[in-house]
Each structure stands twice: as structure tokens, then as C-alpha cells.
């Protein structure tokens, strides 16, 4: 069992708990079928809760600390990446990584923002929250694919662009601007899969995409539920009402025609099983791939022009 | 995720002080001067004084752009259809209902053509004074529509900016709007039709990470407070009070994101300018 435990999971961590005393004890008992019976419930109690997960409880999952990261999918999906660095202006944003890799054999450019996993490493990557050279230095990656005929993959799991003063003086809003623009007609194939959290224009900056693909267990909107609850309802305290007034699931989205297909993770989240999950994202990108590798470049693009413009809802 | 903390704060303060209250006179909120509502008109919304632009809508902004009686709007009567079912303290529904009763207006932007220095023209025009300025689906669809209609006519495309970003209650509809209205104006660019930004106080969020930063030229008016996180959540972040004059008009000149600060009086003969040395 994972070492964190969601308030939700207790029950399934306080089961399999009791399963290991029981196997540590069984020295001189026979306690097979105890075991066999406790492993079915515990099963049985894991199906039951994550078919059942609030829009609050899935946010939770999107965020935990166990959850495979950016370079956790490319080292078990890809072979042969090598990490690109920099923007060529101002410097190497590790909040978002990339660089070329292959997938099935076959050359893509992969790009992700990355958070950290512990206190060191989460200031090393800024907790995930890009500056404008880091959306500036996937630009730079997914123009360079587009020069070679590549295909481009982006993974999306921010809390948000980074909110600082530098970030402002050096374009933030432009930067990411910049990027919807540039991607609305880039002439590659592009992929975004939401693997996390996919918070507002943090992390649409890097969004833009022919088929957009959202693992189970995440969330994608224009705030926070926490932010939006301290807005509307002018108080920290609403995050749950405000998850769920967001609609902001896998299931939500592809709803609202937003998303266009969701990717299965392993039961009780990807952080059980990484390779699993991993292998999943994998067939799943190499199935979308084949079906976009056929279209000419100009097609691709007024499809995908097309696709964000009919995007809303609206009274004539 | 963070803009709209900002565009709270602009609804609940920075409305009242900024725009004009009602009555024959009103106090400049820059250097406090008393002054006389027809005077302040005339000087379009200026501070005679001092040179304070005070926060106006689209009526104010066409009045001052297109030669008169040239004006025309399209899609006047878009209005949201609440997606979501969106609920916060008070039903989304309810917020917009109110608010179209209150303002005149129906969403946070409108758009027309007309002529500006004889020129045909489509301008698009936010309000700040609906819901903030907020971008949602109704914002997006005729951004895209005032765009369609700039190829058609192959007229130059002016959007002016007065937005605290995207609109929470549509959720991730909103969000996509930015990316709607970038990936329309690639479009926009690549028929080598002119498009004018003028971003006026305030604009930030989503509304400045897409086409607000993404004109041929950047107008910003002087003063205007424009950014992507509002000076609030920042000043949270890092725990420091933010230097004199950030993010404002003048300060995103320095820094390369404005091609030019131009005072509204100025604005029309300026805009006119330019579009005759693009198309
Ligand atoms: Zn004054």
C-alpha cells in the first residue's frame, strides 16, 4: 500500500493492514482462506469506493504525491529520450521538461510540466508552475518537430503558471498566448493528455492539441477548486461544492466535448501500479497517433481550428 | 487559476472608484480635483487635470472610434446559456439575469463594423462593467465572429481589452476560450489582415494570456493596469510588497510587451494611422 493515505482510502489501508498482521502471524497456522476472504473484500471494497469518488476526492487523486510525474510516463512508456533544455533567451525552465524520445520505435517530441516529489525536488521544479521561458522553451521543442516531420506529445499536470514578479516582467500572459497561437496551426500532429492537475491557462499554455486525452483520475479547469471557493464563496471552506460546481472530471469534460477520450488508470489510481499505467498511456497514444499520422498537414489544422471554435455555449 | 482573486477586487472596489458615480459632479480618483460630468465627457473621460482615464464601455469606446452614425452591431443579443448549471452563493443564471438588467448589456463584449477615418472597420469592445469583464463562451463566440466578418470584409480587426479574465462559472468552457480565440486569430494572421490590441484598465487573466497579447501592434491606454496574475495573488506569493508602477501601461512598455502607450484623445488618429501604413 502507498505510504499517503487519502482520507477515502483508510478503509481499504486499514484492510490490507490486517491482511499483512494475518500473514506475519501464519507461521504455525494455516491462514489461507482467512487471507483469501479478507483479499476479496478488500478488492470488492477498492471497486466500490473509487466507482463511487467525488468530483473533491478525484482533484485529491490528480494530486497525489505518489502520482507518476512527466518523466515518470516518458521513462516507462518511451526509449532513447534525451532531455532538451532551454528557451535560447533567458534560461532552462524545470517546471516543464521535453525532448525527443521514441515510442514503439517511433520519434516523437514529448513535453510535460514536472513537479517535484519532495521538498527539494519541488523547489527544484517550482512545484511545477512554469515562468514564460518554460513556455517559451516548449515552443521551442514543438517548432523543432514540426521542422522534422515529428510528432508532438504534451502531458499537462501544473497547479498553475507561476504567479511572481519576474513572471511578469518577462510576459507571462504572452508567453502563453503565444503558445495557443503558435500550437492552433503548428503542421504536426499534436497530443495533450491531462495526467494530473490541469490548471487554468498554466497549463493550456502547453494545451493545444488534435486530440485531447484525460487519464481517469484528474481534473482540468480554469481555477482551482480552493481558489474558486474563495471567490465565490468568500471562504477557503467550499472546495468540495466548488469541485463539483466546476464539473471539472475526465467524465465532465468529455461531456461538455472538451475532452475526447479518457484513459483508464489502474484500479485505486495510477501511483498503484506506474508500469501498468504507463503501458496504457502507451497503446493509447500509439492507437491516436496511427489515426492522425494519415492526415495532410493543412487539414490537421483547419480541423484542429475548427474543433477549439466550436468550443462553448452560448444563447443567439 | 489565479486572475480571478484580481477580478473580485475589481467588482467589489475598484468599480465604484473608477467609474463615473452618478450625477452632475465627480471627483477624479488620480489627484482628487472636483469636476463637472459634461467636462470630463467632453474631454473623453479624462481627467482634464491630471490626465486620468477613467473606466468606460463600449458605447463610450465606439462613440470614439467610428465616424458617427457609421456603427452598426452584430449579434447583439448572444447571451449565455449557463452550461454548467453553475451555483455558487447565487445561481449563475441569476448573476447574468441581474446583471444584463443592471448594465443594458448582454455578455462583456460587443462587436461591430463601421467606419473609422472612412476606413472599414470591425471592432470588438469589452465591458468590465459585466461580471468583470469576464471571458466566457459568449465572449469567445463573437471574438470568433467579429474575426469571421474581418476576413470577410477584409477589414483590419480592432479588440479592445477591460477584462479580471476568464469567467469561473463556465468552468472549463471558459478556459477554452482562450485557446478559441488564439487559434481564430492564426487564422486572422495568416490572410495578412491587421489586428489591433488596445488593452485598457484593467486587463489580465485569460483575457491577457490570448488575444489581448497577441495583436500586430499593442495599444495599451495610459495607467492601464495589465498583467496575467493580479497584483494581489502575487504580492500573496512572494510575500513582498510589489515595486511602483508594475504592471501598469508604462511598465509593460518598458519591458517589450506594449508597441505603444497612446492617450485616448489621441487613440483614433493614432489606430488610423497605422492601419493606413499595414494595409
Ligand atoms: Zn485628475
Given at each position: 500500500m502507498a505510504k499517503v493515505v487519502l482520507e477515502f482510502e483508510r478503509p481499504i489501508y486499514e484492510l490490507e493492514q490486517k491482511i499483512d498482521e494475518i500473514k506475519n502471524l501464519s507461521d504455525n497456522v494455516d491462514v489461507t482462506d482467512e487471507v483469501k476472504t479478507l483479499e476479496k473484500k478488500v478488492n470488492q471494497l477498492r471497486e466500490n469506493i473509487f466507482s463511487n469518488l467525488t468530483r473533491w476526492q478525484r482533484v485529491q487523486l490528480a494530486r497525489h504525491p505518489e502520482r507518476p510525474y512527466t518523466l515518470d510516463y516518458i521513462q516507462h512508456m518511451t526509449t532513447d529520450f534525451v532531455e532538451l533544455h532551454g528557451d535560447r533567451f533567458y534560461g532552462d525552465d524545470k517546471a516543464i521538461v521535453g525532448g525527443f524520445a521514441k515510442l514503439d520505435g517511433q520519434p516523437v517530441m514529448i513535453i510535460g510540466q514536472q513537479k517535484g516529489r519532495d521538498t527539494k525536488s519541488n523547489l527544484y521544479r517550482n512545484f511545477g508552475m512554469p515562468n514564460p521561458e518554460g513556455y517559451r522553451k516548449a515552443l521551442r521543442f514543438m517548432k523543432l518537430a514540426a521542422k522534422f516531420n515529428k510528432p508532438v506529445i504534451t502531458l499537462l499536470d501544473t497547479p498553475g503558471a507561476y504567479p511572481g514578479i519576474e513572471a511578469e516582467e518577462r510576459g507571462q500572459a504572452e508567453a502563453i498566448a503565444r503558445n495557443l497561437f503558435e500550437m492552433s496551426h503548428l503542421p504536426v500532429p499534436i497530443i495533450v493528455v491531462i495526467i494530473g492537475e490541469g490548471a487554468s491557462g498554466g497549463a493550456l499554455g502547453i494545451g493545444v492539441g488534435d486530440r485531447m486525452l484525460m487519464l481517469e483520475n484528474t481534473w482540468y479547469s480554469v481555477i482551482a477548486p480552493e481558489s474558486c471557493s474563495s471567490i465565490l464563496?468568500?471562504?477557503?471552506?467550499f472546495k468540495e461544492q466548488a469541485a463539483e460546481a466546476l464539473r471539472l472530471t475526465a467524465t465532465d469534460l468529455l461531456e461538455q466535448k472538451i475532452v475526447d477520450r479518457i484513459i483508464p488508470e489502474p484500479l485505486g489510481g495510477a501511483h498503484r501500479n506506474l508500469q501498468q499505467a504507463a503501458m496504457i498511456l502507451k497503446d493509447t497514444l500509439l492507437d491516436e497517433l496511427k489515426a492522425l499520422s494519415k492526415m495532410k498537414p493543412d487539414k490537421l489544422i483547419e480541423k484542429r481550428i475548427e474543433k477549439f471554435c466550436k468550443m462553448g455555449a452560448w444563447n443567439e | 487559476m489565479t486572475w480571478f482573486r484580481r477580478s473580485k477586487e475589481n467588482i467589489d472596489s475598484g468599480n465604484q472608484k473608477k467609474e463615473m458615480p452618478e450625477g452632475m459632479w465627480t471627483k477624479c480618483?488620480?489627484?482628487g480635483e472636483i469636476l463637472h460630468k459634461g467636462a470630463v465627457e467632453q474631454n473623453l473621460?479624462?481627467?482634464?487635470?491630471?490626465?486620468f482615464h477613467f473606466r468606460i464601455g463600449s458605447k463610450e469606446y465606439f462613440s470614439i472610434l467610428?465616424?458617427?452614425?457609421t456603427f452598426k452591431e452584430h449579434d447583439a443579443k448572444m447571451t449565455s446559456k449557463d452550461p454548467l448549471n453553475f451555483v455558487d452563493t447565487k445561481k449563475y443564471k441569476d448573476r447574468i439575469k441581474e446583471t444584463i438588467k443592471k448594465t443594458?448589456?448582454?455578455?462583456?463584449i460587443r462587436y461591430g463594423t463601421g467606419k473609422m477615418n472612412k476606413r472599414e472597420t470591425v471592432i470588438a469592445c469589452m465591458d468590465f462593467a459585466f461580471i468583470g469583464g469576464s471571458m466566457g463562451s459568449v465572449v469567445g463566440e463573437k471574438i470568433v465572429r467579429a474575426i469571421d466578418k474581418s476576413m470577410k470584409l477584409k477589414a483590419p480587426l480592432i479588440i479592445i481589452s477591460a477584462s479580471?479574465?476568464?469567467?469561473?462559472?463556465?468552468a472549463a468552457y471558459s478556459l477554452m476560450q482562450l485557446a478559441k480565440t488564439s487559434a481564430k486569430l492564426a487564422q486572422l494572421s495568416q490572410k495578412k489582415i491587421p489586428y489591433i490590441s488596445l488593452m485598457t484598465d484593467p486587463t489580465t487573466g485569460g483575457t491577457t494570456a490570448s488575444?489581448?497579447?497577441?495583436?500586430?501592434i499593442n495599444v495599451a491606454e495610459p495607467g492601464a493596469l495589465i498583467g496575467f496574475a493580479g497584483p494581489r495573488v502575487i504580492k500573496q506569493t512572494i510575500g513582498k510588497d510589489l515595486p511602483e508602477?508594475?504592471?501598469?501601461a508604462e511598465f509593460l512598455l518598458e519591458k517589450g510587451f506594449v508597441d505603444v502607450v497612446v492617450p485616448r484623445k489621441d487613440l483614433k488618429t493614432t489606430i488610423s494611422n497605422l492601419l493606413s501604413m499595414m494595409n
Open positions: 464563496w468568500k471562504s477557503w471552506d | 480618483s488620480s489627484c473621460w479624462v481627467c482634464p487635470k491630471c490626465g467610428f465616424d458617427e452614425g443594458g448589456l448582454h455578455d462583456a479580471g479574465g476568464a469567467r469561473m462559472m463556465e488575444y489581448a497579447m497577441l495583436g500586430d508602477g508594475f504592471q501598469r
